[in-house]
């Protein structure tokens, strides 16, 4: 039965005929097999309908990814029996002998149940020989319709008993090789078969045993042949079935056959040089248990199968079911299996969402009955899957206290409370760290980051396959983004103990490889996929905040962001503002921007700017407001709106600056629309400020608080000199040198004002060149006396003090009254004065004044210490009465105008 249709010479069919219609015409592309050798296919067990079953199979042509979009399209044209060009098919048949993997075995879908023979010309063929099929048909069908009598025909029992066809079943018997195969030129010559259809011309003997069904494929430059063989189509020899197939010499072949109990086709390859046995030793089977999860327009194919899958309680389709897969031991010839994923939300095409490889051969030590796991999680998600697969500190941070190791914590921090990516993304949570992390070692090592190697296939991987590598093994775990974060710490040029910080962040887009055609035929950008952005900051405080304005760069999140906590500075001293910004939409990133700011009252004047709350470690006020800025959430619209009423709120006016763009090294961006702004501004007085930015709709983007901090308590020395004119005295003839060192100590209630104590030491020499008169003494005209009185000051004080920092300097007025304990020394005054020397026995005297200072004084800020240049005003011995002659020498009224210098080092709280 089966010889005789075989034998029969196959009518070509019309260029519109579907294979399961076989119709006579003149095209030369494909022979549509005869109505006697056309079976219906079986029903399937799902209940879905032969043309359902059909266009399935067909849509896996979406996943051959050696093809381009529009031979895939062509592919699935023909398997579904649409005319193509028959030229274009030869190329696409080509292509696929010349594939990988399973790719090949997609030729069966040409022929499949229908039992029919598909081949295709090149054009540059003629036309005459298009026209029937190639003379490796015509030899295989004088094999078919010879084999049918070789179990049973007396005159081919020579041929059965022969030793060489018993070793061959002895072998099948022990699944080994044999040494020698029955079936060559001598076999086919026995069979009558010409020497010119056998010469360049190789026999395959494939064991059939637990096939259904096999499909031969095989070409060359001019022509290719699809060729599909039921079980009646095959010879038993005992107990063993084997197909007999006659292929050209040094062409590549592609055996693809439907194995019972196994889903996915077996698969063969190889280009043949000589008479070869094919399956005589079985493939392993090894079990695959597959634990996917997809959405719901996704499809599962294995090796071009589907994989049935069933919609889970989440809304999306979920396939957990073992798979047996054909698997080898290693050095086996087999090819590995491919697992791909299409997403089709139509008829038309279908996207690779994701394609792996499961490999062929296994390691694995017996039982192989065990189920390997595959997982594999594409479930659409309402965030980006975000993993941070490692976080470093460079060498250069040893000696600084910035650490690496919360780093990570910070980032998950960061999206579970900032409003601009709490919705978007979350840090997952990874069941295989170390594969990701492992993948992506590989991957640094084979692109070479910075060493100056070569990139490619010559250094035994090229960088797209190591990119490849580590995205579908993160996109298996369900996982959109990779990143790793390293702590840098560079030493400033003028002094290498003092680092300026950055972070630095790559990123893979895993979503976006799978989302921009990683599976095309063209390589792979690596600048489109992978993202480094780095952020510098000056104080290690500063990280969290810094970290804020890296991500948004990262992600390309619109946004404008301090790179600041609350701040503390000296009012004196600059604020360095940095302001990190991303510009999305069109918008041309400005050279400048706008920055807005406030004085908080000293006093609080009503509920919503006052300054209750403290600050924990330093007791110090603060605005309520300032709390809420100081934590992660600030950026939230209720936040802003709070910090927009409270500054319409504040007394005063508001005063603006602008922040210029950045051009340094660390703050530049990989992106076009990231820029960092910067400018140092001094606020005009002591307090708290409030810093907001605002965009160009009037909304604020962000805000911080500045706390301008005076110093709370000074310490001072100052010295005085004055004397000659500047002592001024009733007394005549006295001349006067004095001069003073004192020590002093305010502390600050207010900016303004202050209280505090100041003493010391002082001497006053004083002469009087026309000695004393006769009445006060016996002589009537004394010599010239000296004396000296030596002084311990001690007295509170108040000042008063400029800190308006428009201009550098400052201006100060201190009144002091003090008590003066002084040591009189006589020594140089005459004995006989004895009411000039008070009726004192000795030449040393003990006298007590109180005085009164006013200083005057012009300072300005070197570095740490305060130079302070005064005009004193003072009234000595207030309480002693002014004489216009020196009567006693304890007797010390005077006006003092002197000048002073004085050095203070204030410490700031």
């Given at each position: 039965m089966l010889s005789s249709a075989l034998a029969a010479a196959l009518a070509l069919g019309s260029p519109h005929a579907r294979a399961a219609a076989p119709a006579k015409g003149a095209s030369g592309a494909e022979a549509p097999a005869t109505p006697a050798d056309s079976a219906p296919a079986p029903a399937p067990a799902d209940g879905a309908t032969p043309a359902s079953r059909g266009a399935s199979r067909c849509d896996a042509a979406w996943s051959v990814e050696r093809l381009d979009e529009d031979e895939r399209s062509l592919l699935r044209r023909a398997c579904l029996g649409e005319h193509v060009d028959p030229a274009e098919m030869h190329k696409v048949h080509r292509r696929l002998l010349g594939g990988d993997g399973w790719h090949a075995g997609t030729l069966a879908w040409l022929v499949g149940p229908q039992r029919v023979r598909r081949w295709s010309w090149d054009r540059k063929v003629p036309e005459e020989r298009r026209t029937r099929p190639p003379a490796i048909d015509e030899l295989q069908r004088k094999i078919d319709s010879k084999l049918g009598d070789l179990a049973s025909a007396p005159e081919y029992r020579s041929i059965r008993e022969s030793p060489a066809v018993e070793a061959l079943l002895e072998a099948a018997t022990a699944d080994e090789e044999p040494e020698d195969l029955p079936f060559d030129s001598d076999f086919l010559r026995r069979l009558g078969i010409a020497d010119a259809m056998i010469e360049g011309n190789r026999l395959l003997t494939i064991r059939s045993d637990g096939l259904d069904s096999l499909v031969v494929a095989f070409g060359d430059a001019r022509s290719t042949l699809v060729r599909y063989f039921g079980r009646d189509d095959m010879v038993i020899l005992g107990k063993h079935r084997f197909a007999l197939v006659a292929v050209p010499e040094g062409t590549p072949v592609t055996l693809v056959g439907s194995h019972r109990g196994q889903e996915v086709p077996l698969l063969w390859r190889s280009v043949v040089g000589r008479n070869q046995a094919v399956w005589m030793v079985p493939v392993h089977q090894s079990c695959v248990s597959l634990n996917v999860r997809m959405g719901v327009d996704d499809r599962l194919f294995v090796d071009g199968t589907e994989v049935p899958a069933l919609v889970d309680a989440r809304g999306g389709r979920a396939v957990d079911q073992p798979m047996i897969l054909s698997r080898d031991l290693p050095f086996a010839v087999v090819p590995d299996h491919e697992l791909a994923v299409l997403t089709c939300e139509g008829d038309d095409a279908c996207a690779i969402r994701y394609l792996s490889r499961i490999p062929a051969t296994t390691d694995r030590p017996e039982p192989r009955h065990l189920c390997e796991p595959f997982r594999l999680d594409l479930r659409p998600r309402e965030r980006q899957q975000v993993a941070i697969v490692r976080t470093a500190r460079s060498e250069s941070c040893r000696a600084s206290p910035l650490w690496s190791d919360d780093v990570g914590d910070r980032v998950r921090t960061f999206f579970a409370t900032d409003p601009h990516h709490r919705a978007r993304r979350?840090?997952?949570?990874?069941?295989?760290?170390?594969?990701?992390?492992?993948?992506?070692?590989?991957?640094?090592?084979?692109?070479?980051?910075?060493?100056?190697?070569?990139?490619?296939?010559?250094?035994?991987?090229?960088?797209?396959?190591?990119?490849?590598?580590?995205?579908?093994?993160?996109?298996?775990?369900?996982?959109?983004?990779?990143?790793?974060?390293?702590?840098?710490?560079?030493?400033?040029?003028?002094?290498?103990?003092?680092?300026?910080?950055?972070?630095?962040?790559?990123?893979?887009?895993?979503?976006?490889?799978?989302?921009?055609?990683?599976?095309?035929?063209?390589?792979?950008?690596?600048?489109?996929?992978?993202?480094?952005?780095?952020?510098?900051?000056?104080?290690?405080?500063?990280?969290?905040?810094?970290?804020?304005?890296?991500?948004?760069?990262?992600?390309?999140?619109?946004?404008?962001?301090?790179?600041?906590?609350?701040?503390?500075?000296?009012?004196?001293?600059?604020?360095?503002?940095?302001?990190?910004?991303?510009?999305?939409?069109?918008?041309?990133?400005?050279?400048?921007?706008?920055?807005?700011?406030?004085?908080?009252?000293?006093?609080?004047?009503?509920?919503?700017?006052?300054?209750?709350?403290?600050?924990?470690?330093?007791?110090?006020?603060?605005?309520?407001?300032?709390?809420?800025?100081?934590?992660?959430?600030?950026?939230?619209?209720?936040?802003?709106?709070?910090?927009?009423?409270?500054?319409?709120?504040?007394?005063?006016?508001?005063?603006?600056?602008?922040?210029?763009?950045?051009?340094?090294?660390?703050?530049?961006?990989?992106?076009?629309?990231?820029?960092?702004?910067?400018?140092?501004?001094?606020?005009?007085?002591?307090?708290?400020?409030?810093?907001?930015?605002?965009?160009?709709?009037?909304?604020?983007?962000?805000?911080?608080?500045?706390?301008?901090?005076?110093?709370?308590?000074?310490?001072?020395?100052?010295?005085?000199?004055?004397?000659?004119?500047?002592?001024?005295?009733?007394?005549?003839?006295?001349?006067?040198?004095?001069?003073?060192?004192?020590?002093?100590?305010?502390?600050?209630?207010?900016?303004?004002?202050?209280?505090?104590?100041?003493?010391?030491?002082?001497?006053?020499?004083?002469?009087?060149?026309?000695?004393?008169?006769?009445?006060?003494?016996?002589?009537?005209?004394?010599?010239?006396?000296?004396?000296?009185?030596?002084?311990?000051?001690?007295?509170?004080?108040?000042e008063a003090r400029t800190r308006w920092t428009a201009v550098p300097f400052e201006l100060r007025a201190r009144i002091s009254p003090f008590l003066d304990l002084g040591l009189i020394s006589l020594a140089q005054v005459p004995s006989s004065l004895k009411d000039f020397r008070g009726k004192a026995t000795s030449n040393l005297i003990i006298d007590v004044d109180v005085g009164v200072d006013l200083d005057l004084i012009f300072g300005y800020s070197v570095g740490r210490v305060e130079l302070q240049h005064g005009l004193l005003l003072g009234v000595m011995a207030i309480d002693d009465a002014p004489y216009r002659t020196a009567v006693t020498a304890s007797e010390g009224f005077a006006g003092v105008f002197g000048f002073t210098f004085g050095v203070g080092a204030g410490r700031s709280r």
């Open positions: 979350e840090v997952a949570d990874v069941y295989a760290y170390a594969e990701i992390a492992g993948a992506l070692a590989s991957l640094e090592r084979e692109i070479n980051r910075g060493d100056g190697k070569a990139i490619g296939p010559d250094r035994g991987i090229d960088s797209s396959e190591a990119l490849g590598t580590v995205a579908k093994e993160a996109w298996r775990q369900g996982l959109d983004i990779l990143m790793t974060l390293e702590v840098q710490c560079i030493p400033r040029p003028n002094n290498p103990e003092e680092h300026t910080y950055a972070i630095s962040a790559t990123m893979i887009g895993v979503d976006e490889i799978f989302g921009r055609g990683y599976y095309g035929n063209q390589g792979l950008d690596l600048q489109r996929f992978i993202h480094t952005e780095t952020i510098a900051f000056d104080e290690p405080s500063l990280q969290e905040a810094s970290l804020a304005a890296l991500l948004d760069r990262l992600f390309q999140v619109p946004s404008s962001r301090f790179i600041h906590d609350r701040m503390a500075t000296f009012y004196r001293d600059p604020l360095h503002l940095r302001v990190g910004s991303y510009f999305g939409g069109d918008n041309k990133v400005p050279e400048t921007l706008p920055i807005v700011y406030k004085r908080f009252p000293l006093r609080r004047r009503r509920a919503d700017v006052g300054v209750e709350g403290r600050l924990a470690i330093r007791e110090e006020r603060r605005p309520p407001i300032c709390d809420q800025l100081a934590r992660s959430e600030r950026v939230d619209r209720q936040t802003m709106s709070a910090i927009k009423e409270t500054l319409e709120r504040l007394p005063g006016r508001s005063r603006t600056s602008s922040l210029s763009r950045s051009l340094a090294g660390a703050d530049r961006s990989t992106s076009p629309r990231g820029a960092i702004h910067r400018r140092d501004i001094v606020v005009t007085w002591p307090g708290w400020y409030l810093v907001v930015r605002e965009d160009e709709s009037g909304e604020i983007a962000d805000a911080i608080c500045v706390d301008a901090r005076y110093r709370r308590s000074e310490l001072w020395g100052e010295v005085m000199i004055s004397g000659g004119p500047l002592f001024m005295t009733y007394a005549e003839e006295l001349s006067t040198l004095m001069g003073r060192a004192r020590v002093g100590y305010v502390r600050y209630l207010f900016p303004g004002l202050g209280v505090g104590v100041r003493g010391g030491y002082g001497l006053a020499d004083h002469s009087l060149s026309t000695g004393v008169t006769s009445w006060q003494d016996l002589d009537t005209l004394s010599p010239a006396i000296r004396w000296q009185r030596h002084s311990l000051m001690l007295g509170p004080l108040i």
